[in-house]
Nanobody, 117 residues
């Protein structure tokens, strides 16, 4: 069964860090781009994407320098390391598979990240 499962959500204070993990099953991770998205009150945003055709991931401008997407094909895991978190980063974060910026056909269930003092 093709599946993505996120974990690692939680509550942190502003300035702290949180790492979300996305574990893939039922397909070969190295064959697909994987994106991280968030659903916030303002709408859905593409936070970062790891492409199979580019060794440098892409990031939303507002998270550049603070968020890092880390792909481990051997462990079938893509993580999103989030540093220096701000209250406006609070959202439900999802990982999804297929092609950066084009289409995503497989989605995880999401992991909630809350940033509050």
């Amino acid at each position: 069964q093709v599946q993505l499962v996120e974990s690692g959500g939680g509550l942190v204070r502003p300035g702290e860090s949180l790492t979300l993990s996305c574990v893939a099953s039922g397909f070969t991770l190295e064959d697909y781009d994987i994106g991280w998205f968030r659903q916030a009150p303002g709408g859905e945003e593409t936070v970062a994407c790891s492409s199979t055709s580019d060794s440098v991931p892409s990031y939303l401008d507002s998270v550049k320098g603070r968020f890092t997407i880390i792909r481990d094909n051997a462990r079938k895991t893509i993580s999103l390391q989030m540093n220096s978190l701000k209250p406006e980063n609070a959202a439900r974060y999802y990982c999804a598979r297929d092609r950066c910026g084009e289409m995503y056909s497989v989605w995880g269930q999401g992991a909630q990240g809350t940033v509050s003092s």
